[in-house]
């Protein structure tokens, strides 16, 4: 049974930065696409950001770009996204997922495993 564990979210002033984690216990972490995910109060969860299996291809959603980046260690067996210029409706929890590689065209399904979420609030 695949693990993932996120960290590192918290309260920030809007404006400011946070580095979330995402912890896979799994050995065979270089096989699978990572995706970013995030779901506010009252709102359906919806898609952040995605890495490929070999870190080469990286999308995210409009709402972000330009701001997050996501990235992986695969020696850790982990993920990250990199949050900066935060504004509050970057407010959510947030969580990473994980699926096989080349599953799905669409980077946003297919994930078979999910994180417990990590809270982010971003003040105004």
């Known amino acids: 049974q695949v693990q993932l564990v996120e960290s590192g979210g918290g309260l920030v002033q809007a404006g400011g930065s946070l580095r979330l984690s995402c912890a896979a216990s799994?050995?065979?972490?270089?096989?699978?696409?990572m995706g970013w995910f995030r779901q506010a109060p009252g709102k359906e969860r919806e898609f952040v950001a995605f890495i490929s299996w070999n870190g080469g291809s990286t999308y995210y959603a409009d709402s972000v770009k330009g701001r997050f980046t996501v990235s992986r260690d695969d020696a850790k067996n982990a993920a990250y996204l990199q949050m900066n210029s935060l504004k509050p409706e970057d407010t959510a929890v947030y969580f990473c997922?994980?699926?096989?590689?080349?599953?799905?065209?669409?980077?946003?399904?297919?994930?078979?495993?999910w994180g417990q979420g990590t809270q982010v609030t971003v003040s105004s």
């Open positions: 997922a994980q699926r096989p590689s080349g599953r799905y065209a669409n980077i946003a399904v297919g994930y078979d495993y």
């Open positions: 799994i050995r065979t972490f270089s096989y699978y696409d």
